[in-house]
């Protein structure tokens, strides 16, 4: 019974509208169509992606995956194919979305074509960069980087040509070292100024100006890819190390006022992350 | 849970997943290890981690790494350092960059895989072993899993053992904490 004075959830009308949410949702989840559902869970991956929770919002890209193939089973439409084709961009499975948007457009979505066509690009490039064929794998990743609409197929694009273009580093003398470096930096900061939010621009660009012993910059960088989020935990990690290895650097090269204004900023981050130490990440055992 | 429990539980596990399995597996252990602690860790992505094991160990940053990035990861760990110390005085990257690859994904990034799958490796500091059976060990202990998650109800399986493990409380710990704990529990087995 509940103490005199006091309102229970009943009396304040809460657990009616509890029960009511509750009878809602299961009535929905029942009767919901799959391609409802589909939808359902690619906004909630969406709204999650928005707020770094990347995991679950894979598993969410899953769920709808799985829902709009049902779907797609039951009644094709361009609706289905586009949200089929959406999270499996989202989980990177190229030659499937190409096919998905190709369907969507045959039943009369308008985007759908340009997509499919972006898509099937990237795949196509990275086929050629598997089978060996770097050269015209690279003028694609560069075409699209510059000039694709769909964000997705941009980012992967951006990052498969850094990488490609740092590959060259080792084997180059120094002058030729730095104006690769410069150029995959340029190419990046132009990325940058379209989608500033994105963490995996900051990611990259931390990791070249890390190439070009500019510490300082690739610290700031990687602290943008931390807050802003990274799209893998691997990639995290890994940025959490950059930002350990620049602290190192900065540690040796910096002096006086200016290592003290470095420290304190560092301490304000890491206190912020919850690290034990400004060597070691929160999910880094000692 | 304690100790025992936490035994019991994992002895359960290795009956359950060890059907799956041939006798003498490289990759059972691996599998039961990282499961629980991808479960701990962001849950239903499981099955995902364990096959995208391959694929997230070379993506072409990690070997694109500049030479100070490399250096700094062997000079900044004392037992890298320790076993890697010609290597390191001489600035021999011909040596240290494979040797990179395969331990930065196991002692930078702490893959709960790896970590398993090489166990005896990292308890007795045998990094040139490790590096040495990258490769193969690796090769092997995908294609057990390979042939394991063709098998039905494998992947129910390995979702079962990670719900119960969970059921348990286990997520009020830190990834860490889960760790030292299953270490020293299969240690028990």
């Known amino acids: 019974m509940a103490p005199k004075g006091k309102k229970t959830a009943l009396s304040k009308g809460i657990l009616p509208g509890v029960v009511v949410v509750l009878i809602l949702s299961l009535l929905f989840s029942g009767c919901a169509s799959s391609l409802q559902k589909a939808k359902l869970h690619l906004a909630g991956a969406q709204d999650r992606e928005r707020s770094f929770r990347t995991e679950e919002a894979v598993a969410l890209y899953r769920k709808s995956l799985e ?9 094709p439409s361009a609706q289905a194919y586009m949200i089929k084709g959406l999270a499996e961009v989202k989980l990177a499975r190229w030659p499937e979305a190409s096919r998905s948007f190709s369907q969507a457009a045959a039943l009369g979505d308008e985007k759908a074509e340009s997509w499919a066509r972006e898509v099937s690009l990237l795949g196509l490039a990275i086929s050629l960069q598997e089978q060996g064929l770097a050269g015209p794998a690279l003028r694609l990743y560069s075409v699209l980087s510059e000039r694709g609409k769909f964000s997705p197929v941009v ?29 995959s930096i ?23 100006l890390g190439h070009g012993g500019k510490y300082r910059e690739s610290f700031e960088e990687a602290v943008m890819a931390r807050e802003l989020g990274l799209p893998k935990l691997e990639l995290q990690r890994d940025n959490d190390n950059q930002i350990v290895f620049c602290y190192r650097r900065l540690r040796e090269s910096l002096v006086g006022e200016e290592w003290a204004e470095f420290s304190r900023t ?9 690290w034990p130490d400004e060597e070691t990440p929160d999910w880094k055992r000692r | 849970m304690d100790e025992k429990k936490l035994v019991a539980f994992l002895k359960q596990s290795r009956e359950i997943l060890g059907d799956f399995f041939t006798a003498g597996s490289l990759a059972l252990l691996p599998v039961i290890f990282s499961s ?5 860790n962001r ?50 990257f011909r040596a240290l960059r494979p040797a990179f690859r395969a331990l930065y994904p196991v002692l930078g990034l702490q893959d709960p895989f790896l970590e398993k799958l090489f166990s005896s490796e990292l308890k007795n500091h045998d990094y040139r072993r490790l590096v040495a059976e990258f490769r193969t060990r690796l090769e092997g202990a995908l294609l057990e899993i390979r ?22 409380g286990w997520t009020l710990l830190t990834e860490d904490e889960v760790r030292e704990l299953l270490k020293k529990a299969i240690e028990k087995m």
């Not at chain 1, 829902?67 to 009644?75: D, L, N, Y």
């Not at chain 2, 629980?36 to 701990?40: K, S």
């Not at chain 2, 499981?46 to 500049?66: A, D, F, G, Q, S």
């Open chain 1, 67 to 75: 829902e709009a193939e049902r779907e797609i089973g039951k009644r």
């Open chain 1, 155 to 183: 980012q992967a694009a951006l990052g498969r040509l850094v990488d490609s273009q740092l590959e060259l580093l080792p084997a180059q003398p120094e002058r030729e070292r730095e104006k690769i470096i410069t150029k």
């Open chain 2, 43 to 92: 849950r239903g992505e499981v099955r995902k981690k364990i096959l995208e094991v391959k694929v997230w160990l070379e993506p072409e940053t990690l070997k694109n790494k500049p030479a100070d990035f490399v250096l700094d990861f062997f000079e900044n760990n004392p037992e890298l350092r320790a076993a890697y110390e010609e290597e390191i005085k001489t600035r021999d």
């Open chain 2, 147 to 168: 042939a394991a998650g063709k098998r039905e109800n494998f992947w129910k399986a390995v979702d079962r053992v990670c719900g119960e493990f969970l059921n348990l």
């Open chain 1, 186 to 208: 340029g190419i990046v900061e132009k990325a940058l100024d379209s989608d500033p939010a994105c963490g995996y621009y900051h990611y990259l660009l931390a990791q070249l």
């Open chain 2, 36 to 40: 629980l602690v991808w479960a701990v």
């Open chain 1, 266 to 274: 560092y301490r304000l981050w890491i206190n912020k992350w919850k």
